[in-house]
């Protein structure tokens, strides 16, 4: 993945190859696919690229159709299906190498006022208090996760689970995120970066009550996304990521997500994703 916040930057600095038809950069990564959250945040920007000016994302459902290759570009095809008065709607498909691998539907608004309430922050403890992902990667799977090297462009800090999630809701996950550098001024761009890291915690969250967590053993994979954006926010300053499971079942995991900025609840997500159980080669 990238390693600074220059790289991340990057990466969502498309190409437009003609009206409606963008191209997204690869991520040096190690990883063998492309992160689903780098699609997700590609296709933002690339649906932003036809939207009317004015007009802000309010919603996104996606689906995550072929695994994509991290050492290839995206091609970002978008739909305009409609240009109303107060809202507009698009249609991503993401290809590679001929393939189809993500499709997006996605929903925009031109800014109304309008009856406001929110959900109050969880109580948590603040992220200087916190554990930082690699600290949390040490001590749940030994000092070789210390090398792992990805995902240095986000700052992530563990604010509970895993051991103290509460009897109530075993499958439980809070992290403090942000990116880890200062960001342009670019309402597009925070947004863009806000579903990025949407994506990076939200599957393992039902693995938790069953004492697993992603390696060999376990085959881990986005299927869908669906996002809501309530308020503007800055990513590059810390967020709140409350994250629950309510169900798995049939070798998926279904999770729901807040995410609270300074100003409050800034959006809500979504993800089912595969979490197949085999057995280990012998």
Do not use: K
């Amino acid at each position: 993945m990238p390693r600074t916040i220059d790289d991340l930057v990057a990466v969502l600095d498309l190409e437009q190859i003609e009206p409606d038809l963008f191209r997204g950069p690869a991520a040096q990564t190690r990883l063998q696919r492309t992160y689903g959250g780098q699609v997700l945040a590609q296709s933002i920007v690339a649906a932003y690229g036809t939207l009317p000016p004015g007009r802000v994302l309010h919603s996104l459902h996606a689906q995550f159709l072929e695994a994509g290759r991290a050492d290839s570009p995206i091609l970002y095809d978008v739909l305009p299906t409609r240009d109303g008065q107060h809202f507009s709607t698009r249609l991503v498909t993401a290809r590679q190498g001929g393939r189809r691998i993500f499709t997006m539907g996605c929903s925009a608004q031109a800014p109304e006022t309008g009856l406001d309430h929110q959900d109050p922050v969880p109580d948590v403890p603040g992220p200087d208090e916190c554990p930082s992902m690699s600290e949390e990667l040490v001590r749940r799977l030994g000092p070789s996760a210390r090398t792992f090297g990805e995902w240095e462009e986000l700052e992530v800090r563990y604010a509970s689970g895993f051991e103290d999630a509460p009897p109530h809701h075993r499958a439980s996950l809070a992290v403090w995120v942000r990116a880890n550098g200062r960001l342009p001024d670019d309402p597009v761009l925070h947004q863009a970066v806000l579903a990025y890291l949407s994506d990076l915690t939200i599957l393992s969250v039902s693995l938790i009550p069953h004492g697993l967590s992603y390696g060999p053993g376990m085959v881990a994979a986005s299927l869908d996304h669906a996002m809501w954006f309530h308020r503007p926010v800055r990513a590059d300053e810390w967020v709140l990521y409350d994250q629950i499971s309510p169900s798995a079942s049939g070798a998926r995991g279904f999770a729901l997500g807040r995410i609270f900025s300074t100003d409050g609840l800034a959006a809500t997500t979504a993800q089912e994703g595969l979490i197949r159980v085999v057995a280990p080669r012998a």
